[in-house]
């Protein structure tokens, strides 16, 4: 009988669990790290898998180390003598060890923009929205020792629209994954699924993301900010500013609405927070317009005051490399 394992510590392995329970693929282990772990490697989205998968009896193994590279994590991984592998919600590299040994192989998900080998690396749909992109490639690939390079079994397309942030865009992905699954997984079983190399074209890569990534610049347009607010928003770290430029006076930023471009507050700064409403959100200025903000984390509430200024700590701004 085969044995299939998924990798994974997030609510999206969660969800593709139960996916593919509901459609009678069976899962024998979920390969996991514990909350302690997930802190340590700052994983966004973590969540503890083991007490919910012992009702669905499927036993859950934590790793010493989240890439992999101990002898623990092989000698115990090796025993389990899988066939095959799914990682979802796994954000590390499948070494040559264990992929040496499955008799059908390892698989996964990436997408992008645009069909692989576009957009390889980290945080695709982050930049993806970042970037004001309107439409989402999912691939179900093979594993291969390389990053995101091996053949593609399927993809599925979704939108991303001027109303979806990481959150939905991560319930998309979720969808998107399951058809994937539940469509090859069977036939990657029987040996019947086909493979196909990725497009014949020169690879392009997303960097890595950090907390740091979020800091938000006022004199940029409403819709670069806007994006960047949804983009990094919970389960990330979230957009940020400090309100006037004091280091102690963090705000996080979870959501906000482009405003108004025709409302003019001429003898105001980018930043600059214009109006307080009756429901504690309030309006700031940007480059082209006014963003509405109307979820946020900060410990001084009243510095949300109009008149005081939102700012970056005169950080010098991060250039990146992207692929369009």
Not at 63 to 91: F, H, M, P, T, V
Not at 212 to 222: K, N, P, R, T
Not at 254 to 273: C, H, M, Q, V
Request: proline share 5%; aromatic share 12%; net charge neutral.
């Amino acid at each position: 009988m085969t044995k299939i394992a998924v990798f994974g510590c997030k609510h999206t392995t969660l969800d593709l669990i139960k996916s593919l329970l509901n459609n009678h693929i069976n899962i024998d282990y979920c390969i996991s790290i514990t909350q302690e772990k997930a802190e340590e490697q700052k994983v966004a989205g973590f969540l503890n898998l083991k007490p919910i998968l012992e009702e669905l009896k499927i036993k859950t193994i934590y790793c010493e180390k989240y890439n992999l590279d101990s002898d623990y994590d092989r000698e115990n991984i090796s025993s389990l003598s899988l066939d095959l592998i799914l990682c979802i919600g796994w954000q590390r590299l499948i070494p040559k060890w264990l992929l040496d040994q499955l008799s059908i192989g390892a698989f996964g998900m990436h997408g992008s923009n645009k069909p692989l080998p576009h957009g390889r690396g980290r945080s695709p749909m982050n930049w993806s929205i970042i970037q004001n992109k309107d439409i989402f490639f999912t691939h179900l690939f093979q594993y291969l020792p390389g990053v995101d390079d091996g053949p593609v079994i399927g993809f599925q397309k979704f939108d991303i629209n001027k109303w979806d942030d990481s959150h939905s865009l991560h319930l998309k992905n979720t969808i998107a994954m399951s058809k994937l699954c539940i469509e090859f997984i069977p036939l990657l079983i029987k040996g019947k699924a086909k493979k196909f190399p990725q497009h014949n074209i020169s690879p392009t890569y997303f960097p890595k993301r950090s907390e740091e990534d979020g800091i938000i610049y006022w004199e940029d347009s409403v819709l670069d900010i806007y994006n960047l607010i949804r983009a990094v928003t919970k389960p990330f770290p979230g957009a940020y500013s400090y309100i006037n430029n004091e280091i102690n006076n963090k705000i996080i930023i979870w959501k906000a609405y482009p405003f108004d471009t025709r409302l003019e507050w001429n003898d105001s700064s980018y930043g600059e927070i214009l109006e307080v409403f009756y429901d504690k959100s309030f309006l700031v200025k940007t480059a082209d317009a006014s963003l509405l903000i109307t979820e946020y984390s900060i410990e001084n509430k009243k510095l949300i005051t109009p008149g005081n200024i939102l700012n970056h700590l005169n950080k010098q701004r991060k250039e990146y490399n992207l692929p369009n």
